[in-house]
């Protein structure tokens, strides 16, 4: 079901994505984005080793990496699951870190287009749980709860901590505009951002996040001012309800208002595939989620130079 993923680069732009449907167990559909997905296979035996995080459910040797095992139906807490471990394991690839996750069992790969997913909280309190990003509606009715693997990964392991990164201290003030539809990542960046100095201004989705910056575009002709005055660059997510981060790159990347403002992708899909989908909508630079300095050493250098020009 994995292969191609070279064709699947080609959706780069295309405002689409593939999810892999698969079953906890109880009543609903559930997907992930196969981008983070390496491979599916049966439930493998598992070594039970002391003092797991709730929801690990032990290690495994795969390919020569050890890896932890995390039973979802535990982590997210669904009462009305089946015990055990269920039949199959997904192997995934999430910010730099491979996980197994097991699950009931697995469906079929199914393209949606991002327009017609919507945020979690935007559909009302029909959402079962704090683990899901997002809800699409299938052709025939079908719904699929997206999950939202960083707060699956941040319940279960903890946050991810965002130690002390060096100031821009030059005496200008950066303005950055970010989005991100997840709420933990919305929390890391603007800690990163806050110990940067940077002003920042958000949106949570990238429909969201091109109306606003389509209005600070026509605000800024309006006034004869300079947009670059007002935000010195534009850090997007991948995976976004409504527009992806791809399309909103494409977006700007062709409207010559913001030229000389760089965009840099942010996402928790850290493969070279997505890497390639980056580069085909232009982004500035590609960095895989989650670490401080990583990310405040990408930014720094595009910021200081667009104060030198």
């Known amino acids: 079901m994995l292969d191609d993923i070279d064709a699947r680069t080609r959706l780069a732009g295309s405002n689409c994505m593939e999810l892999l449907l698969f079953s906890l167990g109880t009543q609903e559909t559930f997907g992930i984005n196969v981008f983070k997905v390496r491979e599916v296979c049966k439930t493998p035996k598992i070594t039970r080793t002391p003092n797991m995080p709730r929801g690990v459910e032990g290690l495994i040797s795969l390919r020569g990496n050890v890896i932890p095992v995390v039973s979802l139906v535990h982590s997210m807490g669904l009462a009305d699951a089946p015990h055990g471990l269920g039949g199959a394991m997904m192997v995934t690839e999430y910010n730099k870190r491979i996980l197994g996750f097991l699950v009931q069992d697995v469906d079929r790969i199914t393209r949606v287009a ?100 389509q209005g600070m575009a026509a605000h800024a002709v309006q006034s004869g001012g300079d947009l670059r005055d007002e935000v010195q660059l534009i850090l997007t997510d991948a995976e976004m309800p409504e527009m992806d981060g791809y399309m909103l790159t494409r977006n700007i990347k062709s409207d010559s208002r913001f030229d000389g403002i760089p965009v840099v992708m942010h996402s928790s899909l850290s493969s070279e595939a997505n890497r390639a989908m980056g580069k085909q909508v232009g982004v500035d630079s590609y960095v895989a989620k989650f670490d401080a300095n990583v990310l405040a050493d990408t930014l720094r250098p595009l910021l200081t130079k667009h104060h030198r020009n």
């Open 114 to 213: 991002w327009d017609k997913v919507k945020a979690a909280e935007s559909v009302g309190n029909g959402c079962p749980h704090s683990f899901i990003t997002a809800i699409t509606e299938l052709p025939g009715g079908r719904m699929v709860s997206i999950l939202d693997v960083e707060q699956i990964m941040a319940s279960t392991f903890g946050e991810a901590h965002v130690p002390e990164v060096a100031r821009l201290d030059d005496g200008y003030d950066y303005n950055i505009f970010f989005v991100d539809d997840s709420m933990v990542a919305r929390k890391k960046i603007t800690e990163v951002l806050d110990k940067l100095g940077c002003r920042h201004k958000h949106a949570v989705n990238g429909m969201e996040a091109w109306s606003r910056l």
